[in-house]
């Protein structure tokens, strides 16, 4: 784990990149700039944190650096920019230690037309009478046009209920990694982005769908079974795991799960890092759990289990040996 820093440097070291990017620092500025990253140690690390993100995961998107001045009217770009303001401050608290379990959604994701913010889930109807689900931090565009209904992933995770089509028009999900064609179903589609790339994981409750990686060979996916795939394959569909889809509900099932893998669902709901310690990684876990309170998630398992959970500051959470 990275050295601790202060929340409130990373979020003024936030507050300043942005204003960079954004060309609003002119010289005196750049000045006040100067001083503040001289006046404490922990704003100078968290300065040159924020300098290894955006070297990292790449400059900030070029409709949200603009200058406040251009935005003052626009309060989806204002919207927009607070959630990059947060994730910048985030990943400054974590550090490189604690990118690669960070959940960091592209950034064309802040930009898109449907949008749910960590924690939330949001259940929705197209405009043909599909079904549409978000589940937590996730992005999508629509566009139906007259010979296509297409759904872009930006990232996160989505249901769709599809609805028979007057228009004989197909129904496609595309990712970063290719496109899913439904073929009258109830599927999800789960983008993953890290910083080793994206993978995409397709789960069939009814029908059947056609993956298509971008550069290799579609596999259909029956009712009842999943697969996932990159650009170049898709591997091959295992069966469905009990409850995948518990999350339309707001639920988390385990039965006889790991705990690893309980809090790594967990951590999907909350901000920052959820760090299962080794020793405790292999602890069985069942129940049925509310996804809507994970501190009280989080609590429940440390009253069952010979667990403790440690906070170190708003953003890292530790389990560990009781």
């Known amino acids: 784990m990275s050295a601790a820093l202060d929340a409130r440097a990373a979020r003024e070291a936030a507050h300043w990149m942005m204003r960079l990017q954004g060309g609003e620092l002119d010289a005196a500025a750049q000045q006040g700039l100067a001083r503040w990253r001289a006046a404490h140690p922990d704003h100078e690390t968290a300065w040159q944190r924020?300098?290894?993100?955006c070297r990292t995961f790449g400059m900030l998107p070029p409709p949200?650096?603009?200058?406040?001045?251009?935005?003052?009217?626009?309060?989806?770009a204002r919207a927009q920019r607070r959630a990059i303001l947060k994730t910048l401050a985030v990943l400054i608290v974590a550090g490189p230690a604690g990118w690669a379990i960070l959940r960091v959604a592209p950034w064309q994701a802040w930009t898109a037309e449907l949008?749910?913010?960590?924690?939330?889930?949001?259940?929705?109807?197209?405009?043909?009478?599909?079904?549409?689900?978000?589940?937590?931090?996730?992005?999508?565009?629509?566009?139906?046009?007259?010979?296509?209904?297409?759904?872009?992933?930006?990232?996160?995770e989505i249901h769709v209920a599809t609805?028979?089509?007057?228009?004989?028009?197909?129904?496609?999900?595309?990712?970063?990694?290719?496109?899913?064609r439904a073929l009258g179903t109830r599927?999800?589609?789960?983008?993953?982005?890290?910083?080793?790339?994206?993978?995409?994981?397709?789960?069939?409750?009814?029908?059947?769908?056609?993956?298509?990686p971008a550069e290799g060979r579609p596999v259909t996916v029956q009712a009842g079974w999943q697969a996932s795939f990159d650009e170049t394959a898709a591997g091959a569909p295992q069966p469905l795991a009990p409850h995948a889809a518990a999350w339309l509900k707001g639920l988390l099932y385990a039965d006889d799960t790991p705990?690893?893998?309980?809090?790594?669902?967990?951590?999907?709901?909350r901000h920052g890092v959820v760090r299962c310690d080794p020793a405790v990684a292999r602890l069985r876990v069942s129940g049925v759990y509310q996804l809507r309170d994970t501190d009280a998630l989080l609590a429940l398992l440390q009253a069952s289990l010979p667990i403790r959970v440690r906070r170190?500051?708003?953003?890292?959470?530790?389990?560990?040996?009781a």
């Not at 924020?50 to 993100?53: R, S």
């Not at 200058?67 to 009217?73: A, G, M, Y």
């Not at 405009?127 to 872009?152: C, E, H, K, P, Y």
């Not at 309980?262 to 709901?269: G, N």
């Open 64 to 76: 949200l650096a603009m200058p406040l001045s251009r935005q003052v009217l626009d309060r989806p």
């Open 259 to 269: 705990l690893e893998q309980v809090l790594a669902q967990l951590a999907r709901y």
């Open 50 to 53: 924020a300098e290894q993100v």
């Open 187 to 212: 599927f999800t589609v789960r983008q993953d982005d890290s910083l080793l790339g994206a993978r995409t994981h397709v789960a069939v409750s009814q029908g059947a769908v056609e993956v298509r």
């Open 312 to 321: 170190h500051g708003r953003w890292w959470i530790s389990v560990e040996p």
């Open 163 to 180: 609805s028979p089509d007057p228009l004989g028009r197909p129904f496609i999900v595309r990712t970063s990694n290719g496109s899913i």
């Open 115 to 156: 949008r749910t913010a960590t924690g939330e889930i949001r259940h929705l109807t197209l405009a043909d009478g599909s079904g549409l689900s978000l589940n937590t931090a996730s992005a999508a565009d629509v566009a139906f046009g007259a010979s296509l209904r297409l759904l872009q992933l930006r990232g996160g």
